[in-house]
């Protein structure tokens, strides 16, 4: 009476009663977003700057057994401790793109990622890496990945970071003491990924067109110019 059903066949169907499901949990999960019965979970934080100086040796070593005993006050959360608890929860990758960088507490964030190995890459701006005090010397000494860029009459001005390639942070701040301790400045961080896709492509794109390898060392005479 029932026809016996081949292995080929039953895989068929699984198949498409897999797709059917997926599809299925997609409809439902646009349906209830769109109703407002559900709110997005995604993260979404904005962070202004300046902010007042506080300990932050906690998020480098968190399982301590004694108390720090450095002068600045403990156990405050600030717009900076919250933007390095975002960069130290990477853990497989950060792509920096970042017009200036001289603070020393952010390159010591960058130097324990990348020695936790996780990927680090750096492109900033040719003018700005050379100024007193910029770090990218002592992060390519350490061993991490920078590229600046190439071209003479622009600035690379971008200042946005990709923690494992789903969260962007994002704003006007610069990674320097004067932006982070006196500046008026802005910081957004999110996990939306039409915001963050964009952002990893532009990263790409960026890495690619300043790759040394695609670029002839300039003479003296076009370096000038
Ligand atoms: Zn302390």
Redesign the pocket.
Known sequence: MFRQVSFKELMKMFGVGAVALVLGVEWLDWLTRRLGFRRDSRLKEVLFFPSPQT?V?HLFTPDRSFP???P?P?GTETSFSRLLGHLLSACVSLDLCLFSFSHVELSRVVLHLHNRGVTVRVVTDRDYMAIIGSQIGTLRRAGICVRHEMSTAVHMHHKFALVDGRKLITGSLNWTLTAVQSNKENVMVTEEPELVRPYQKEFQKLWEANDPANHKPQTKKQAAK
């Open positions: 300990c040796e720090c005993a450095c600045l403990h």
